[in-house]
């Protein structure tokens, strides 16, 4: 696809099929992701990722219950308890592939950076033929002391993007764009 397709129609996907993705593809995925712009090129990022729809399943669950009793601990709005108390509501959406992208620090501008990197990962998922979704719900429980020691992940790095990927069932249409608001500077 041209640059400019790829950014079109790259879409938060929430449905996919039961094919798997395998580590070649994640690697050329982040190999992309690494290739964002960094501040003073510290390249802050780093990549766990979980494959095979069972195991994400069970921390989808897992994380879903956190976030149900840590619902007023958190900074998401209460009006969202209704979503995650639905029984059907799978919190990474029975995706086969989970690429969570950390910051090595806290420092100035890694999480932005960390934000670049996912971009770049999703774009290249799309122009790919995957889907991806960005999945903050799953950020807090994700970033906890307790998850990341289990996932054996550096208690210091911080979690920033929980993204999932598959193959999508179907793309889904363009919910559209507002006109940008610009302010010409003089």
Same mark, same amino acid.
């Given at each position: 696809m041209e640059l400019m397709d790829v950014i079109r129609n790259?879409?938060?996907v929430r449905d996919f099929t039961d094919a798997g993705i395998d580590r070649a593809t994640i690697e050329h995925l982040i190999g992309a992701a690494i290739l964002a712009p960094s501040a003073m090129n510290l390249q802050p990022w780093a990549f766990a990722? $979980?494959?095979g729809r069972e195991r994400i399943e069970s921390y989808a669950k897992r994380a879903k219950e956190w976030l149900l009793a840590s619902l007023s601990q958190t900074s998401y709005d209460p009006s969202i308890r209704h979503m995650l108390e639905d029984p059907q509501f799978a919190l990474f959406h029975h995706a086969p592939a989970l690429v969570i992208v950390l910051a090595k620090s806290s420092g100035t501008q890694a999480a932005e950076d960390c934000c670049l990197a996912a971009e770049n990962l999703m774009l290249a998922a799309r122009n790919e033929g995957l889907g991806s979704c960005w999945i903050g719900f799953a950020r807090p429980w $994700?970033?906890?002391?307790a998850t990341?020691?289990?996932l054996k992940l550096p208690e210091h790095y911080h979690v920033v993007a929980p993204i999932i990927l598959g193959h999508p069932k179907v793309w889904p249409d363009s919910h559209g764009?507002?006109?940008?608001?610009i302010h010409w500077l003089r």
């Open positions: 790259r879409r938060a990722v $979980l494959l $994700l970033d906890l002391a990341k020691t289990e764009r507002k006109p940008a608001e």
